[in-house]
T-cell receptor
Framework: AQSVTQLDSQVPVFEEAPVELRCNYS??????LFWYVQYPNQGLQLLLK??????LVESINGFEAEFNKSQTSFHLRKPSVHISDTAEYFCAVSEETSGSRLTFGEGTQLTVNP | DAGVTQSPTHLIKTRGQQVTLRCSPKSGHDTVSWYQQALGQGPQFIFQYYEEEERQRGNFPDRFSGHQFPNYSSELNVNALLLGDSALYLCASSLAATQYFGPGTRLLVL
């Protein structure tokens, strides 16, 4: 079984500041890692994923995350946030098997203030 | 290319009633997973369907059941509704490791 811990439930930042949302996981097997974003009253949108290869993965809107196997972490970072980045962010893990269930963290509410 | 669609968007039921939620996967996807997201929490896995059979199941009672049709669309049924079943129900489709989510159905049980 897997588990995911998102270390911060709320992260307030000012516009154009850098941000890091922390995610640690626990698993006895190899895993795939994901970050999803949820805007109010909407479903989840895939932000980025690590399946294999380079441990640094990037999204099209400037977010990046690095898979650190030794520290079992997959922290999400952005060097300069915008008001529009305000949302709930979920880290998720699945077994390294095609089609395996996702286990989610409790989420981190990122609020970007002007 | 249409993404994952779900219906209805909102639903209000009373305790003891039964509800059916529907999901159409992304074109080309053959696997459908269902999740329950209570207010302020992360989604919890209910079950997954592949080739019209339940392939995996989370820690949910038998009141939660599902079905997958030959066109890969899926239904989630919940019997004997409880107040605690009030949540956002999310459907996700996949072809391989990555799951793509629909907008969800918000169920309120009174």
């Amino acid at each position: 079984a897997q588990s995911v811990t998102q270390l911060d439930s709320q992260v307030p930042v000012f516009e154009e500041a850098p941000v890091e949302l922390r995610c640690n996981y626990s698993s006895s097997v190899s895993v795939y890692l994901f970050w999803y974003v949820q805007y109010p009253n909407q479903g989840l949108q895939l932000l980025l994923k690590y399946l294999s290869g380079s441990t640094l993965v990037e999204s099209i809107n400037g977010f990046e995350a690095e898979f650190n196997k030794s520290q079992t972490s997959f922290h999400l970072r952005k060097p300069s946030v915008h008001i529009s980045d305000t949302a709930e962010y979920f880290c998720a893990v699945s077994e390294e098997t095609s089609g395996s269930r996702l286990t989610f963290g409790e989420g981190t509410q990122l609020t970007v203030n002007p | 290319d249409a993404g994952v669609t779900q219906s209805p968007t909102h639903l209000i039921k009373t305790r003891g009633q039964q509800v059916t939620l529907r999901c159409s996967p992304k074109s080309g996807h053959d696997t459908v997973s269902w999740y329950q997201q209570a207010l302020g929490q992360g989604p919890q896995f209910i079950f997954q369907y592949y080739e019209e059979e339940e392939r995996q199941r989370g820690n949910f009672p038998d009141r939660f059941s599902g079905h997958q049709f030959p066109n890969y669309s899926s239904e989630l049924n919940v019997n004997a509704l409880l107040l605690g079943d009030s949540a956002l129900y999310l459907c996700a489709s996949s072809l391989a490791a990555t799951q793509y989510f629909g907008p969800g159905t918000r169920l309120l049980v009174l």
